[in-house]
Nanobody, 117 residues
């Protein structure tokens, strides 16, 4: 059973930055795509960032230009740098391996990000 442990969330003012981390309990070297999802209250979980093994990244329109995903295969860790945060970025953020656009493993507990003045 793969375990995912997200961290780095918190309360931040609009325009601020946060860096999220996701520690994976198995090697991610062979995992083609890792992703960051988020789920806001009353909304479905959405994929916001995809990090491909070779370094290619893809973002949803809502975060493009503000968020940057990366992975450290040696540490089995995935990161999400979030800049210029907006109140609408408030959500619980999760990481997972991707099978197409679908999550591959059971979800971790996520990390709460709240953007508010």
């Amino acid at each position: 059973q793969v375990q995912l442990v997200e961290s780095g969330g918190g309360l931040v003012q609009p325009g601020g930055s946060l860096r999220l981390s996701c520690a994976v309990s198995r090697s991610i070297f062979s995992i083609y795509a890792m992703g960051w999802y988020r789920q806001a209250p009353g909304k479905q979980r959405e994929l916001v960032a995809t990090i491909i093994r070779g370094g290619y990244t893809h973002y949803s329109d809502s975060v493009k230009g503000r968020f940057s995903g990366s992975r450290d295969n040696a540490k089995n860790t995935v990161y999400l740098q979030m800049n210029s945060l907006k109140p609408e970025d408030t959500a619980v953020y999760y990481c997972n391996a991707l099978n197409g656009d679908s999550p591959r493993w059971d979800w971790g507990q996520g990390t709460q990000v709240t953007v508010s003045s």
